[in-house]
Structure formats: C-alpha cells, structure tokens
C-alpha cells in the first residue's frame, strides 16, 4: 500500500525489545520508516526522502490518516541553544495534504 518496506515495524501486544534492552508487550501497533541522518540538519531533504519513498496517492493517505495515527517524529540536535531551523512550504504541504502530524524533540547545545 505505501509502497516501501518499515525500518522497523511491530503489532499490538507483540513481545519487543526497548533501548533499554528489556522485553515489554507493545502497547500499540507501529510501523516506522527512518531517514538518512543529516548534519547540519536538512529536515526539508530528510521530508522528502521519507515522503519520496512512499505512495504519492492521497487517496491512500486519505483512507490510511482516517483509521490511523500518523506521525512524523523528528529529533533535533542543536549545536548551540539560540540556533533555529525553517520548514519550506512543500514540506508543511505535503505532510498536510497527507494527514501527518509533524512532532519535534528539539534539544539544545551547551551554554558556552
């Protein structure tokens, strides 16, 4: 349907390994497809990477936003704590007009 394979996926109440190396039951399904890391960072390319790689049918985006929860998590790792980052309109509209919702951990550099 999405026409890539997860980088990694997993099933409801499926046994997992964490980080942390314990075994714990899923508490939810997941299905997960990672970008080639970027330093500096270019979350426009890494959108469009992912983005690229998946179906461009918005039909199918439509059918899957309306049963799931779909997610575009990004870490960001700041090399100093006044330090920004812009998303380009293509990127926002393309996540918009496939029902992703764009979640950011933003973790900032050292006060020097």
Do not use: V
């Not at 890539?4 to 497809?33: C, F, H, V």
């Amino acid at each position: 349907m999405l026409h890539s394979p997860p980088t990694q996926a997993y099933r409801k109440d499926e046994q997992i390994i964490g980080s942390n190396g314990r075994m714990r039951i899923a508490s939810t399904g997941s299905w997960r497809l990672h970008a080639t890391d970027s330093k500096p960072e270019d979350l426009n390319a890494q959108i469009a990477e992912i983005l690229g790689r998946l179906t461009p049918d918005l039909h199918i985006w439509t059918h899957l936003s309306s049963r799931y929860r779909l997610d575009l998590f990004c870490g960001l790792f700041l090399n100093s704590p006044n330090e920004g980052l812009c998303l380009s309109p293509q990127s926002l509209r393309a996540l918009g007009e496939r029902g992703i919702e764009l979640g950011l951990d933003i973790y900032s550099g050292a006060n020097d």
